[in-house]
């Protein structure tokens, strides 16, 4: 797992609720942060899986690093993978393992 800026980042990216399995429900669960996609978000509590992208840590104010997301599909398709929902993607790419492996 990835570090994370702060002490309470880093609290709220590995909160586990025992009274919610789906953190989406959970009204404690505040941020997620998909690790493969190296992106933080503020969850949206509205019923759904949504949320918000966020730029800065709420808490120490600190910049976080920028989405991997676009790198992402553009490492599956020079693998030739332009649909990874309908191809296999290297477990890797599973992961952030991909990106900390780039450097």
């Given amino acids: 797992m990835a570090q994370h800026c702060c ?23 505040i941020i997620c942060y998909s690790d493969k996609f190296r992106e933080y978000g503020l969850r949206v509590h509205d019923g759904g899986s949504g949320s918000v ?12 690093p920028a989405s991997l997301r ?3 599909f553009d490492e599956l398709a020079a693998l030739g993978i332009e649909d990874p929902l309908a191809q296999p993607v290297p477990e890797a ?5 991909w990106w900390r492996a780039a450097g």
């Fill in 53 to 64: 992208d966020i730029a800065y840590c709420p808490w120490c104010g600190s910049e976080l």
């Fill in 93 to 97: 790419f599973l992961s952030g393992a």
């Fill in 7 to 29: 002490t309470r980042m880093q609290d709220q990216v590995e909160f586990i609720c025992s009274d919610h399995p789906d953190l989406d429900s959970c009204p404690d669960s």
């Fill in 70 to 72: 676009t790198r992402w």
